[in-house]
């Protein structure tokens, strides 16, 4: 999977901030459809961002559609199931259940089995009620084309009707980042609600990167920087998950210590996603 420490999110309906995304150092920019795009102006969004993907010279991209349920998810689904290459993968909001994504899947393979598209679409599924919490394990293990769980603070806060305190966020963030590893998946944080990098915009990505999670969402380019850098392990970790691996390599028995801790395969693990997300090897 790829790297998503930070995921910019640009209004489809922008084609100014579409052409600007596409040159910002996010590891993925996230096409919204749906939050950020009024009715009217769906299908026009639509058409837009078909357009801006055919000719994209940016890094990684995304698409998030509109929900399913909506007059418009299907027509998004149709629209980008029929690229030959981009988007790598759609963004599906508000999942509730694992029909949610077992009606995605069954669209996109009739929607591919038409257009030839050679790597099937991927698909991340955003988290958002209250139902998709309390599923969010059936969620996870839904479809194989699934490759991320995001977390989405507004819409959840509205159906929870719950404070936007950050302390109050840890069960759900914890639900999320658990259901993900079980499953394989990628644990992607929602954007702080603030568009500037402030203390509390470094205090929720911090608290989302030593919880476990992959990345975070970014609502203004000012914020990507920092993100990259929050969820960059340092020199030092990197060292440090190297001489854990060489050790455990070395090893005769199935534990050995290392400057006074003592590590197993459970510890590995942990380094060897430390080099995974800073890009060692």
Request: hydrophobic share 50%.
């Amino acid at each position: 999977m790829p790297a998503r420490r930070s995921c910019l999110s640009v209004p489809g309906s922008s084609e100014r901030k579409l052409g600007k995304a596409a040159g910002l150092a996010a590891d993925e920019v996230v096409i919204d459809l749906e939050d950020a795009v009024a009715v009217a102006a769906k299908d026009e969004a639509r058409a837009a961002t078909v357009a801006a993907l055919s000719s994209w010279r940016g890094g990684g991209v995304a698409v998030r559609v509109n929900a399913p349920g909506t007059p418009w998810c299907h027509l998004d689904i149709a629209a980008l199931g029929g690229l030959a290459q981009l988007p790598a993968s759609i963004v599906v909001p508000k999942v509730q259940s694992a029909g949610d994504l077992n009606f995605v899947d069954r669209l996109l393979d009739g929607v591919e089995a038409g257009s030839g598209r050679r790597e099937p679409l991927r698909v991340q599924a955003l988290i958002e009620t209250a139902a998709g919490l309390a599923r969010v394990q059936e969620i996870a293990a839904a479809s194989p084309r699934l490759d991320a769980l995001i977390l989405g603070y507004a819409d959840l806060a509205a159906s929870l009707g719950g404070t936007r305190d950050l302390d109050a966020w840890l069960p759900a963030q914890h639900a999320i980042v658990v259901a993900a590893r079980a499953h394989g998946l990628q644990a992607i944080d929602g954007p702080y609600l603030g568009v500037a990098p402030d203390d509390g915009f470094h205090a929720a990505a911090a608290r989302a990167r030593d919880l476990g999670f992959d990345g975070k969402w970014a609502i203004h380019p000012s914020q990507v920087e920092a993100l990259n850098a929050a969820f960059t392990p340092d020199a030092g970790e990197v060292e440090r998950a190297r001489a854990i691996v060489a050790a455990l390599d070395d090893a005769e028995e199935g534990a050995v210590q290392l400057d006074g801790e003592m590590l197993d395969e459970a510890v590995r693990a942990a380094a060897l996603r430390v080099l995974a997300r800073a890009g060692a090897t």
